[in-house]
């Protein structure tokens, strides 16, 4: 766990498991075993499935990313006004586009003095360290190659004066008992001078959803059908799995009832696939169908409520009002 150098002045530190440990194994196991079938979505984001994000996150249809930058650009400084923040720790950073926008108002509010990113794929983390770098030579720069079960109790006592801030639709994609073990780690992780921002997609209406979500699934350049093979490829690459990517067919369906967006890849035909680290094999009937991403919209106050119970208090929320889009700060 001993840090590098990272470039750009930053520190690169290494946490396990991940992914490709025991640890990743048995939740990729547990998910399997499930019915329907569920990989959890974090196997999407390696590298490859980190580009094809920012493709989909740049399709016009699509409009998280801009509802989410319109309420920092909006509200960034109140946002951190309110917490005092010296640090931004980054909670699945990815290209950390968003978040320097925070960081600016944390700058221009003269409290910027360092920021941690924390994410599974380490490259998109790397290119945004130079920039950051290049902007704020004199802030501090870690990145945490890690999940949440890791980076979290990592963090603990590592800092004070932080807002930890989980950006985009990453709270929304965690399951239930995710989430529950999520916002524990969090919780315990915080001193009491950190403050949590969080963002999460609301219930909007079904047409705008729809749209938003299938865009990039046809077309010249279909990248979420990309970003959901990618998953399997992924996996073969990794795990020394045999899926036939010509033989499994991405949708996406918001079921509307349960206010979930869901990744589905569906088996064309009746097959048989073998993942050689988990020594499993896998019978797909044909049509069954199987999740890569699952993402829940919220009412409000359910957030809100949900937070509470893990001893988080909503100090101010922020609602993107075309999108039904929210920021929570919390403490």
Same mark, same amino acid.
């Given at each position: ?216 699934? /046809?077309?010249?350049?279909? +990248?979420?059908?990309? !970003?959901? $093979? =990618?998953? &399997? ?6 795990? %020394? ?47 069954? /169908?199987?999740?890569?991403? +699952?993402?829940?919209? !919220?009412? $409000? =106050?359910? &957030? ?6 893990? %001893? ?20």
């Amino acid at each position: 766990m001993s840090p590098e150098a990272a470039g750009a002045g930053a520190v690169e530190v290494a946490l396990g498991p991940d992914r490709s440990s025991a640890g990743g194994d048995d939740e990729l196991r547990a998910g399997l075993a499930e019915n329907p079938r569920r990989i959890p979505h974090r196997y999407g984001y390696d590298a490859e499935g980190s580009r094809l994000f920012e493709e989909i996150s740049r399709l016009p249809a699509y409009y998280p990313p801009r509802a989410e930058r319109k309420l920092l650009r909006e509200h960034g400084r109140d946002m951190v006004r309110l917490s005092a923040a010296t640090e931004l720790v980054d909670l699945g950073a990815g290209s950390a586009e968003k978040s320097e926008i925070l960081l600016a108002a944390m700058d221009a509010g003269g409290l910027l003095r360092a920021y941690t990113g924390i994410d599974v794929s380490v490259q998109p983390m790397r290119e945004a360290a130079r920039r950051l770098g290049a902007r704020w030579p004199t802030a501090r720069i870690t990145l945490v190659h890690g999940d949440f079960a890791t980076a979290l109790p990592w963090l603990r006592g590592r800092g004070t004066g932080r807002l930890m801030a989980m950006l985009g639709s990453t709270f929304g994609c965690l399951t239930p008992p995710e989430r529950s073990s999520f916002l524990r780690a969090l919780r315990a992780c915080c001193g009491p001078h950190d403050h949590i921002l969080l963002c999460a997609d609301l219930f909007e209406p079904v047409d705008t959803v729809r749209r938003a979500y299938r865009a990039g699934c /046809t077309g010249e350049r279909p +990248v979420r059908r990309l !970003f959901a $093979l =990618n998953t &399997l490829a992924h996996l073969n690459r990794e795990y %020394g799995a045999d899926f036939d990517l010509a033989h499994f067919e991405p949708d996406v369906v918001y079921d509307v009832p349960l206010r979930q967006v869901r990744g589905e890849i569906r088996s064309t035909r009746k097959q048989q696939v073998t993942i050689q680290r988990l020594g499993t094999t896998l019978d797909f009937a044909e049509d069954e /169908t199987f999740f890569h991403d +699952v993402l829940h919209k !919220f009412e $409000l =106050n359910e &957030l809100v409520s949900e937070l509470e119970t893990f %001893g988080f208090r909503c100090r101010q929320h922020w609602v993107e009002e075309e999108f039904q889009y929210a920021a929570l700060l919390l403490d």
